[in-house]
């Protein structure tokens, strides 16, 4: 009971305290990274509502429509996966610290949202979700070791990467026109050197039209939130319970041994 008591009241805090993702702090001086752009744009309404203002709602299946939100997404991220801290998900931020820190990452776009950071991955998940809003059609683009996306307006696909954050302005097709032209060394020739673009575009895969991106860390990172707040509840409930009881006891104790 008492080493239970004493876990609850100095173990717990510090989990909730502690952040097991490591990030580089610097990586956004090299980029497009607007810190204004973290408190104005917190959820994907935010980022809908933007677009909206400046092409309006008929426009939302237009290109530039589309690069008008990469463009927020450039400014709103600093390149850096964002991690659930064990206040957010215990149980998840536990899993990524003690076994693999691909299961603390976050794939939830309203939970990329909260945090400055995003790999290439979740800014690509919060692209998707922007898509998905107006209804456009996106497909996922995985390279060797770097993830982005590909919209499709009208009939045509258009490759689009927030991360890296390539020169595309006037020049925004496919990745398998850029590929084909061999422009894409182009385009990322400021971002990348020539050996490093080799052999990230090695063996480019594409993923289903409009399919759920990682599906199966969405159902762990719910889940195993649900359990975090039913667990805390619990082991706080439970050292209350103790520690009620201990103060019932001590009382009628102290009430025994009184002299008159």
Known sequence: MKNLLLFTIVFIPLLLTANPGTEKKLEHLKEEFDPSYVERFQHIDDIIAHTDSIYSVENR????YSEEIVKVLRKRFY???SHYSFADNWIAAAAGYLFWDHLSALVIPSDILKHPNAACSQQAIV?????KKVGVPY?????????ALEAKIGDKWFFFDSNIEPELSGNRTSIDNLLKTNKVFDVYKSKRQPEEIRAFINNIQYGKIN?????NAAFFHKGTYALSLLTIGLIGTFAIVIFIKR??????????????
Do not use: Q
């Not at 399919?211 to 599906?215: D, K, Q, S, T, W």
């Open 79 to 81: 390149h850096g996966y």
């Open 61 to 64: 299946h237009t290109l530039a």
């Open 211 to 215: 399919a759920a991106p990682a599906p």
């Open 247 to 260: 103060l019932k006891s001590n009382v009628l104790i102290n009430k025994l041994t009184k002299r008159p």
């Open 139 to 147: 497909r996922s683009v995985l390279f060797s070791g770097h993830y």
């Open 127 to 131: 692209f998707m979700a922007c898509l």
